[in-house]
């Protein structure tokens, strides 16, 4: 092996073309040696010098400054110093001051910060798998098969990513930033501040959420999901339903509570994102008794230019009927129902809900958004990243689908009754007339035709089928919800909505009669349109901490617990609850261990 001494006094009899050559050789000598070349002090294209990465002293603290941490450090003030300079002809040449060492060479160089770096290849590897959702640990054994001999930690993927969300930023802070991206990116979204200038509420739907939700406006599923964000803001996520009879997401708000006004501002935004006479026939919402009557109170409110007279009718008599309707059940299809249910299902019969009459798909929409976020700690920022993954995912799904389902006939149906509807309507629809189809052959079906299944799914039910007495069904008894001819995905969906903005037109407008105007007119015009567009944004901060719901924290009636575990059952409780002795009648010891029973079996009674 050659000696570090000889290697190192080669280098200073060699020129280099740049500073990254000169510390690449600096480092490689050092690191076959065990010690590594950190630089100490740099000036661009003038000189560098560099040291041994345990050169230098602990800055130590006095009593007023020590740290809460017990602190260590691998300085030792080790003299080790190469200058690597920068010639009049533009090279660079090494000056040796000192080659000594004041401590043993590593054996195991996985201790030193700067072997457990990143190369350029595998930042950019971390960045692109990170931006994708993936797991730091799981990036980590991505890139550790490909490099067996990486040094790296799971801590060194965290800063790293940590490192790019600062980058991106680009000198904004975070709201300001994620107000750029929602705007750039063709988000409809808006916001709600305080006077103080802290957030509130965040309103945001992707670009292809809002083509889905305009294309599959009938049917909606709302319900609030928390332990999303370091805020602890609850999230209102509104779920459409397309013609698959899956779920796909359609906006997101941010709230400060969940009252009535927090809910009246979250549907006006998401009233004006389905646009002017584009309103759904059933929403589905799931809320607490006290909760669930201030939501409906505020939909009614905002709704009113909808057809909701209906509802206020029945909601209305509903109150009056049963007062203390927290205890009124009824017994529908073998089962109890509480009060709620009861008029949910009452309520349900004459709309079009297309089978949707409970809430059960938000929850699974609530479980496969936690598993894009994976941790509840993140800013509104990143959960907005992980949201749009989910987005253009389900996207993905939902258009292949589409073209699959266009091409491909089900086997069963190939008979003449279907002739019309084969590749112009889902499969799921599809089956359920199929399922009327063959009851109409048979007479397992009341007589009385109440009208409920075509109202509710918009298809031909079997007193229909039997009354059109028809070969072939056409195609003009199908809701437009499960039409597949009507409907085509492709990528270009921004430019779509980008050209039915109204500001498009109003521009053209704009333009066209500035043409017309004389020289002072003009002149106006531009003064206008110039402070228009300097005119500053208002400055808003991160939403502050919501407390916890429930308890406060503090609280002596209940420690604070993090457990996942159901509280017991009533017959759980009954068990573990203390049994009366039947050989004395108290309370708190076992038959066999009772003194009465004892002292007689020692007696032989």
Not at 504 to 512: A, F
Request: proline content about 4%.
């Amino acid at each position: 092996m050659i000696d570090v001494l000889d290697a190192f006094l080669s280098l200073s009899t060699k020129f280099f073309e740049n500073r990254e050559d000169l510390l690449s050789d600096i480092r490689k000598i050092g690191l076959l040696q065990g010690y590594v070349m950190v630089i100490k002090i740099s000036k661009i294209n003038r000189y560098v010098a560099i040291g041994c990465d345990r050169g230098g002293c602990y800055r130590t603290y006095s009593a007023l400054e020590e740290k809460k941490k017990n602190s260590a450090s691998r300085l030792i003030d080790c003299p080790f110093k190469i200058l690597g300079r920068r010639t009049a002809e533009g090279l660079w040449k090494v000056k040796i001051s000192n080659l000594l060492h004041n401590h043993e060479p590593s054996t195991d160089m996985a201790g030193h910060p700067y072997c457990r770096l990143f190369t350029k290849e595998e930042a950019l590897q971390v960045e692109q798998m990170s931006l994708a959702g993936i797991k730091p640990r799981q990036i980590l054994s991505s890139l550790r098969q490909s490099n067996p001999d990486l040094l790296a930690l799971s801590k060194n993927i965290y800063s790293k990513t940590a490192q790019f969300r600062r980058e991106s930023l680009g000198g904004c802070s975070i709201i300001q930033a994620l107000l750029d991206e929602l705007g750039g990116a063709g988000f409809s979204h808006n916001v709600k501040y305080e006077d103080s200038g802290h957030l509130t509420h965040l309103f945001f739907a992707h670009p292809t959420s809002i083509e889905l939700t305009r294309s599959y406006s009938n049917v909606f599923v709302m319900d609030c999901t928390y332990k999303t964000n370091k805020y602890k803001m609850p999230l209102l996520e509104i779920i459409g339903v397309s013609s698959f009879n899956t779920s796909f997401y359609s906006c997101f708000v941010f709230m400060q509570k969940e009252e009535q006004q927090d809910y009246q501002w979250a549907l006006e935004m998401f009233s004006k994102l389905l646009g002017d006479g584009n309103h759904p026939l059933a929403i589905g919402q799931f809320k607490e008794d006290a909760d669930w009557v201030g939501f409906m109170s505020s939909w009614s409110t905002l709704v009113k230019s909808w057809d909701v007279s209906m509802f206020n009718e029945a909601w209305n008599s509903f109150q009056i009927e049963y007062k203390d309707y927290a205890s009124v059940l009824t017994y529908i299809g073998n089962t109890w129902l509480p009060w709620k249910e009861r008029f949910v299902f009452a309520w349900t019969r004459p709309t079009s809900h297309f089978g949707n009459n409970v809430t059960s798909r938000a929850e699974g929409a609530h479980g496969t958004l936690k598993k894009y976020l994976q941790v509840s700690t993140g800013g509104l920022r990143e959960v907005k990243e992980n949201i749009c993954l989910a987005i253009q995912n389900q996207f993905q799904e939902i258009k292949t689908q589409l073209a699959s389902e266009k091409i491909r006939v089900p086997q069963k149906l190939c008979i003449p009754f279907f002739k019309e509807v084969i590749n112009k309507v889902y499969f799921y629809a599809l089956f359920e007339l199929q399922k009327q189809y063959l009851l109409a052959n048979t007479r397992d079906y009341s007589s009385q035709c109440k009208g409920q299944f075509s109202k509710t799914m918009g298809l031909p039910c079997v007193h229909m089928i039997k009354d059109m007495r028809i070969e072939v069904l056409p195609l003009n008894q199908i809701h437009e919800q499960w039409r597949i001819d009507t409907r085509s995905f492709t990528n270009d969906h921004c430019a779509r909505l980008d050209h039915e903005d109204p500001f498009s037109s109003l521009l053209s407008e704009v333009k066209e009669k500035y043409e017309k105007q004389p020289l002072m007119q003009k002149e106006n015009t531009l003064r206008q349109l110039s402070h228009i567009l300097g005119a500053s944004c208002p400055l808003i901060f991160e939403p502050t901490l919501q407390p916890h719901k429930g308890r406060p924290v503090g609280s002596n009636k209940r420690k604070e617990t993090s457990s996942t575990r159901q509280e017991p059952s009533y017959f759980e409780r009954v068990e573990k609850a203390p049994r009366k002795c039947s050989g004395c009648g108290n309370i708190g010891h076992y038959r066999n261990k009772c003194p009465s029973i004892n002292k007689s079996t020692a007696l032989g009674t």
